[in-house]
């Protein structure tokens, strides 16, 4: 009767150990982003420090400026999601038909029998990558209209900045 609790619980250990494995991969992956946040930080706080130090070259203003630029515009930002939205949406049609068309009947059983054991999955699946799809696109259009003016005014600070 003890071995078949200690079996027992040689399999929970067991079955825990990629579950705890992607844990501790998401907790790296964590604490490397911000590292790598606090260091662009120490060093821009070094440059700033050192700038006010000399006294001569860009005053802080301008080197604050320049360091809290977005990496990417606006329009570049809202253009990914769409991006995305379409891509999404389109896997998930395409599982979605791909049921509905009965794809897994016949001969695609016989090449891949485990792909093609339960359609309910492919559906769950097809589904929430096109609500995801669908939500991304609907974003895109919403914040378009919202933000129009600022992705204007975006566009005409860059092209000033371009010109000088």
Same mark, same amino acid.
């Given at each position: 009767?003890?071995?078949?609790?200690?079996?027992?619980?040689?399999?929970?250990?067991?079955?825990?150990?990629?579950?705890?494995?992607?844990?501790?991969?998401?907790?790296?992956?964590?604490?490397?982003?911000?590292?790598?946040?606090?260091?662009?930080?120490?060093?821009?706080?070094?440059?700033?420090?050192?700038?006010?130090?000399?006294?001569?070259?860009?005053?802080?203003?301008?080197?604050?400026?320049?360091?809290?630029?977005?990496?990417?515009?606006?329009? $570049?930002?809202?253009?990914?999601? *769409?991006?995305? #939205?379409?891509?999404?949406?389109?896997? %998930?049609? +395409? @599982? &979605?038909?791909?049921?509905?068309?009965?794809?897994?009947?016949?001969?695609?059983?016989?090449?891949?029998?485990?792909?093609? $054991?339960?359609?309910?999955?492919? *559906?769950?699946? #097809?589904?929430?990558?096109?609500?995801? %799809?669908? +939500? @991304? &696109?609907?974003?895109?259009?919403?914040?378009?209209?919202?933000?129009?003016?600022?992705?204007?005014?975006?566009?005409?600070?860059?092209?000033?900045?371009?010109?000088?």
């Amino acid at each position: 009767m003890t071995e078949d609790v200690y079996t027992e619980i040689i399999w929970s250990i067991e079955d825990l150990i990629p579950f705890l494995g992607i844990i501790a991969l998401c907790i790296v992956i964590v604490v490397l982003y911000f590292r790598k946040k606090h260091n662009e930080i120490e060093k821009r706080s070094e440059i700033i420090k050192t700038a006010l130090e000399k006294g001569s070259g860009p005053m802080p203003e301008e080197l604050l400026k320049t360091f809290n630029k977005p990496k990417r515009s606006l329009k $570049e930002r809202l253009l990914s999601k *769409l991006l995305w #939205g379409m891509i999404c949406t389109f896997i %998930g049609l +395409g @599982l &979605v038909l791909a049921v509905y068309t009965k794809v897994c009947e016949d001969d695609a059983e016989l090449v891949y029998p485990e792909v093609c $054991e339960d359609k309910a999955d492919f *559906l769950t699946l #097809g589904f929430v990558s096109l609500a995801v %799809g669908a +939500g @991304l &696109v609907v974003y895109y259009f919403i914040a378009r209209r919202v933000l129009r003016s600022e992705i204007e005014k975006e566009e005409r600070m860059l092209k000033t900045d371009h010109e000088q």
